[in-house]
């Protein structure tokens, strides 16, 4: 005999499984999606001539990206992977929708004190910091010091009323 309990239980885990299912799902249409705006943009900068020359590069069968086109077919990960391993320049997290970049736009740590480059990237070491992430830390740093000018002129009020009290 089935318990409402149980069967409450029983209907919560089987909307939670649809629910990842629809979730995955969307994810999938999203990467897709996100997929045929890089090949877009490869285009567009001319880092491909067209489908033929891009799936060549991306080592997959034309038909296969005809189909991811058509939307009849899903982006495998082996797809990303050869795309990510002949396209450097493709922001990895763009395709899975953590930025808005389709293309990165990095500069390598090292001397930059004489970059005319504004709003690229630093990546290296596998740490990407992007122009948003870097206005923030100084911002962050600001509020800081603010903080810091603060605790130091309490620290003065307190040395003055100690220096008093003992004199």
Same mark, same amino acid.
């Given at each position: 005999?089935?318990?409402?309990?149980?069967?409450?239980? &029983?209907?919560?885990?089987?909307?939670?499984?649809?629910?990842?299912?629809?979730?995955?799902?969307?994810?999938?249409?999203?990467?897709?999606?996100?997929?045929?705006?890089?090949?877009?943009?490869?285009?567009?900068?001319?880092?491909?001539?067209?489908?033929?020359?891009?799936?060549?590069?991306?080592?997959?069968?034309?038909?296969?990206?005809?189909?991811?086109?058509?939307?009849?077919?899903?982006?495998?990960?082996?797809?990303?992977?050869?795309?990510?391993?002949?396209?450097?320049?493709?922001?990895?997290?763009?395709?899975?929708?953590?930025?808005?970049?389709?293309?990165?736009?990095?500069?390598?740590?090292?001397?930059?004190?004489?970059?005319?480059?504004?709003?690229?990237?630093?990546?290296?070491?596998?740490?990407?910091?992007?122009?948003?992430?870097?206005?923030?830390?100084?911002? &962050?740093?600001?509020?800081?010091?603010?903080?810091?000018?603060?605790?130091?002129?309490?620290?003065?009020?307190?040395?003055?009323?100690?220096?008093?009290?003992?004199?």
């Amino acid at each position: 005999m089935i318990t409402i309990w149980n069967f409450i239980t &029983l209907i919560n885990e089987l909307l939670n499984k649809m629910y990842q299912n629809i979730s995955k799902m969307e994810d999938k249409v999203e990467i897709r999606k996100r997929f045929k705006e890089v090949f877009s943009k490869l285009k567009q900068e001319n880092y491909i001539k067209g489908v033929d020359d891009f799936a060549k590069k991306i080592n997959i069968h034309q038909s296969n990206l005809s189909k991811v086109f058509s939307d009849e077919r899903n982006v495998s990960q082996s797809m990303l992977n050869n795309l990510f391993r002949e396209f450097s320049i493709v922001n990895k997290e763009y395709i899975y929708g953590e930025s808005r970049e389709i293309l990165r736009n990095d500069q390598e740590i090292g001397d930059v004190s004489n970059s005319t480059v504004v709003g690229a990237n630093i990546h290296g070491n596998g740490i990407t910091i992007s122009h948003n992430d870097f206005a923030g830390m100084i911002e &962050l740093q600001k509020g800081y010091q603010e903080v810091i000018k603060k605790n130091q002129e309490q620290m003065d009020k307190l040395i003055d009323i100690i220096e008093k009290l003992k004199g």
